[in-house]
């Protein structure tokens, strides 16, 4: 019975370490996303300080395939010193997913007072040039959010653009698709998004900040049973050196 849990432990472990090269790819690829996706949105939101879980995921994400890589070669050749140094890494990467997720919930939560102090001040910077960063990340968001203003298309009124343009439109960015010949006038209504950008934007970056969390509670799931598996080979190697190889079938002296 002991034999069989050894290995059974052994196999769910090599097996478990194939799980995190594949999780380390997946865990780079949402710190990507994240980064991405703040440069579409950076001029909504100034708090640079909102990337750490990202750029602390990409990082264990990094170290997932170097656990791997030594958790593989210290299962088959059941090592007790790498198995060792396998559960120590692995409780290390867990606790940083512990803080990534509770960073995570602490600047989810800080998202709409970020972007409610600095959406104004992107609106009034807007002059309708692409050279322009602020204009061209208003009309990046109005289109593919489908929205128009800050609560609504009315907000445009009381921006400086506005008021200097004096055709008594709105950007071309706010209006339908498929709409024939829309120009953004406000004697349209109809032609242009309803609703307001700000709280799409909040709701668009507090997503973004779920992906980060239940990533990193997912793989500290996974981890878990990595370390647990690793134990039991650990300590069934030390009460009993003499049990078969994964691999090679010989037996220890």
Same mark, same amino acid.
């Not at 940083?96 to 998202?111: D, F, N, P, S, W």
């Given at each position: 019975m002991g034999q069989c849990g050894i290995t059974s432990s052994k196999t769910v472990l090599v097996f478990l370490n194939l799980i995190f090269w594949a999780a380390a790819g997946i865990l780079c690829y949402v710190g990507a996303y994240v980064f991405i996706t703040y440069d579409d949105y950076e001029h909504f939101f100034e708090d640079v300080y909102t990337l750490i879980p990202a750029v602390i995921i990409i990082a264990v994400g990094t170290l997932l395939f170097i656990i791997g890589l030594i958790g593989c070669c210290a299962t @088959?050749?059941?090592?007790?010193?790498?198995?060792?140094?396998?559960?120590i @890494?692995?409780?290390?990467?867990?606790?940083?997913?512990? +803080?990534? =997720? +509770?960073?995570?919930?602490?600047?989810?939560?800080?998202?709409e007072d970020e972007v409610d102090s600095s959406i104004q001040k992107v609106y009034e910077e807007y002059n309708g040039t692409n050279s322009d960063a602020p204009s061209r990340a208003i009309d990046y968001v109005q289109r593919q959010l489908h929205c128009c203003g800050i609560h609504n298309y009315s907000d445009w009124r009381n921006t400086r653009w506005f008021k200097e343009v004096r055709n008594n439109s709105v950007p071309i960015s706010c209006c339908?698709?498929?709409? +024939?010949?829309?120009?953004?006038?406000?004697?349209?209504?109809?032609d242009l998004y309803p609703e307001g950008c700000e709280a799409l934007v909040v709701k668009k970056l507090k997503?973004?900040? #779920?992906?980060?969390?239940?990533?990193?509670?997912?793989?500290?799931?996974?981890? #878990?049973?990595? #370390?647990?598996?690793?134990? =039991?080979?650990?300590?069934?190697?030390?009460?009993?050196?003499?049990?078969?190889?994964?691999?090679?079938?010989?037996?220890?002296?």
């Open positions: @088959i050749r059941e090592s007790r010193c790498g198995l060792a140094t396998f559960v @890494i692995l409780l290390l990467v867990f606790a940083t997913e512990v +803080v990534v =997720v +509770v960073l995570g919930y602490v600047y989810r939560a800080k998202v339908r698709p498929g709409v +024939v010949n829309c120009t953004g006038s406000l004697t349209r209504p109809g997503e973004i900040m #779920m992906y980060v969390i239940w990533a990193a509670l997912t793989f500290a799931s996974i981890q #878990m049973l990595g #370390m647990l598996c690793a134990c =039991v080979v650990l300590c069934r190697r030390g009460r009993d050196p003499a049990y078969e190889l994964l691999v090679s079938g010989s037996t220890y002296a």
